[in-house]
């Protein structure tokens, strides 16, 4: 019977609308995701960093803007200091250049994969607290800085095993010079957030809304017409060419795309880039080329990768001019995505790549050796820790996706062999030497 003292003092467990646990299965996708994304991105000579979680609020307010200041989770610590939690790992980096910058070799290329938190709407694969994973080059304004970041956007997905996926390329320059053309450059901070919102409200309410920002239906129709393709199947240049004139042949920011793309053609990986003008990115520091990511099965879900060149953001903190161009991928937000496609990708998630099971108690240090040996291979070795039935240790495996296992009773220890059985597919092979065990592991 339970004691119904202890009962009322139990604290309820429950977790904050927009914060959820992550289950192992999908931690160790994820953790695994973050471990090739980490070599893959030293592989191109970015150096990793880290800021901290908390920040003083002025230095985060600095720069965000309207809907960005509105979710910042912020709040007075024990020092009556007014502090907030980072909502992005931008803004932080801005501040971190400013006072490291005189420690750094430039052009500074580095990558940084933690949490963040907006407190903003939770739904479906959007939550308060998120991981995003930021590359970034700073103290290079060229195109050349500007394609590496879309190539290691390009060989990050497919790193990562992501297919049928478009990036969404635009160019907050050519996008400014149309509406100082248009004039009205005096309200471009409204117009681009209200642009951003196009694919979530649709044509006509972001029509009202650019009427009521700029007080003229013609010049709401002028602006729609900027950020709409023609046609589909217009080509990137064609696309580029045509906004240039409309902008009034802005030839510095038009020449800059053309170098990109010709980048992204002698890669061979522009088929994955589209120019579409409708993409402005929200937030007030973006300066040059701006993009998005969508994947091809899910284009409501949201963008997975998002970024853009951002040449005044450190400007906030320091006189140095700090030119900068980055990227972010929406971790958590690209998990979901792939899980409600069913994708291949999350059907590992295994604790362990063999478990040793106990069939026998006093074996126990030869297991160990078992393991140890497994190990140096390189394979991960899990040794089933309690005196259970067979049935209870299979269960085990199952639940934490082990797909081989041991059997090994004292026949394998006296013979110096080892019973080798393929969960998934219930083939076995008896009485074999450890190596062998480690070869057909390693083979699968």
Same mark, same amino acid.
Not at 53 to 60: A, R
Not at 342 to 365: E, M, T
């Given at each position: 019977m339970i004691d119904e003292t202890k009962a009322r003092n139990i604290i309820e467990p429950k977790v904050l609308k927009g914060f959820r646990d992550t289950l192992p299965a999908m931690e160790i996708q994820k953790k695994a995701i973050i471990?090739?994304? #980490?070599? $893959?991105?030293?592989?191109?000579?970015?150096?990793? @960093?880290?800021?901290? *979680?908390? #920040?003083?609020? #002025? *230095?985060?307010?600095?720069?965000?803007?309207?809907?960005?200041?509105? =979710?910042?989770? $912020?709040? +007075?610590?024990?020092? #009556?200091?007014?502090?907030a939690l980072r909502f992005d790992l931008t803004v932080p980096f801005a501040r971190f250049l400013a006072m490291h910058q005189n420690e750094l070799a430039f052009p500074f290329k580095r990558f940084h994969i933690d949490k963040v938190w907006r407190g903003e709407n939770p739904q479906k694969g959007r939550f308060r607290e998120f991981t995003q994973c930021d590359f970034d080059i700073v103290g290079a304004d060229n195109a050349a800085a500007d394609y590496e970041i879309l190539s290691m956007m390009d060989s990050s997905f497919s790193l990562m095993g992501v297919s049928d996926y478009t990036f969404y390329i635009a160019h907050r320059g050519l996008f400014n010079a149309f509406l100082e053309h248009l004039e009205v450059q005096d309200k471009s901070v409204d117009i681009l957030r209200t642009v951003d919102k196009l694919r979530k409200i649709g044509n006509d309410a972001v029509k009202g809304l650019l009427v009521d920002i700029t007080g003229s239906e013609d010049k709401a129709l002028k602006i729609l017409q900027f950020i709409t393709k023609e046609d589909e199947s217009e080509s990137f240049l064609s696309t580029l060419h045509r906004l240039s004139d409309l902008s009034g042949h802005e030839i510095e920011h038009t020449q800059r795309m053309e170098k990109i793309y010709e980048y992204l053609t002698a890669a061979n990986i522009e088929k994955h880039f589209v120019y579409d003008p409708s993409i402005t990115r929200g937030l007030d520091y973006y300066t040059g080329i701006v993009y998005e990511t969508f994947l091809t099965d899910l284009p409501n879900f949201g963008s997975v990768c998002s970024g853009g060149r951002y040449n005044d953001l450190a400007s906030l903190y320091t006189k140095e001019k700090l030119p900068g161009v980055g990227s972010s991928i929406g971790l958590d937000r690209l998990l979901a995505a792939l899980e409600e496609l069913?994708?291949? @990708?999350? +059907?590992?998630?295994?604790?362990? /790549?063999? @478990?040793?099971?106990?069939? /026998?108690? =006093? !074996?126990?240090?030869w297991y160990d050796s078992?393991?140890?040996?497994?190990?140096?291979?390189? !394979?991960?070795? /899990?040794?089933?820790? !309690?005196? +259970?039935?067979?049935?209870? =240790? &299979? +269960?085990?495996?199952?639940?934490?996706? @082990?797909? &081989?296992? !041991?059997t090994c009773g004292s026949e394998e220890f006296a013979s110096n062999t080892v019973t080798l059985k393929n969960l998934l597919t219930r083939e076995t092979h008896k009485m074999i030497p450890i190596e062998d065990a480690v070869t057909l592991i390693q083979r699968n």
């Open positions: 471990s090739k994304l #980490e070599t $893959h991105f030293s592989s191109y000579g970015f150096v990793p @960093i880290d800021t901290p *979680v908390l #920040e003083y609020t #002025e *230095v985060l307010l600095g720069k965000g803007g309207g809907e960005t200041d509105k =979710q910042i989770f $912020h709040f +007075k610590d024990n020092g #009556e200091r007014e502090v069913n994708s291949p @990708i999350l +059907k590992s998630g295994s604790s362990a /790549d063999v @478990i040793v099971f106990c069939l /026998d108690d =006093q !074996l126990r240090s078992l393991a140890r040996t497994l190990r140096k291979a390189g !394979l991960r070795c /899990d040794v089933y820790m !309690l005196d +259970k039935k067979i049935g209870i =240790q &299979f +269960k085990y495996a199952e639940t934490n996706h @082990i797909p &081989f296992g !041991l």
